[in-house]
């Protein structure tokens, strides 16, 4: 049995230290029933995970989070109003990855965090 998945990368695109990458989420995803019935949110750790995700991808490597200096919920993502959207990236890669990433659609900006990886 395959557990259904809340959010697929669509397309990344790189120059530079600087990408941006599309992602939708699964409005009928399981998730969405319990956080929040009749108003679904993406859960905050579903976002970082998305940021998470989609740098392993860029980097072509497994990341371990190390620290989250920054992190902030912005606006209510919800996958019915908003099902696609984009997480723009600056990576720094020294002994440690720094990332900082944020995600948005239009004008609307849903998080904004910096995290440095392993």
């Not at 976002?47 to 980097?59: F, T, Y």
């Not at 989250?68 to 990236?89: A, G, M, Q, W, Y």
Request: with cysteine.
């Amino acid at each position: 049995m395959s557990k259904k998945q809340i959010f697929s990368i669509h397309s990344l695109n790189a120059e530079g230290d600087k990408f941006v990458a599309e992602v939708s989420l699964d409005a009928t995803n399981a998730i969405y029933k319990g956080h929040f019935p009749n108003l679904p949110v993406t859960p905050g750790v579903i976002q970082l995970q998305m940021v998470k995700k989609v740098a392993e991808q860029h980097l072509q490597r497994d990341l371990k989070v190390k620290t989250i200096r920054s992190c902030k919920f912005l606006e209510v993502l919800n996958p019915e109003k908003t099902p696609r959207f984009i997480i723009e990236f600056v990576i720094k890669e020294n002994e440690v990855i720094e990332v900082n990433a944020m995600g948005r659609w239009g004008e609307s900006t849903f998080f904004k965090a910096q995290v440095t990886y392993i």
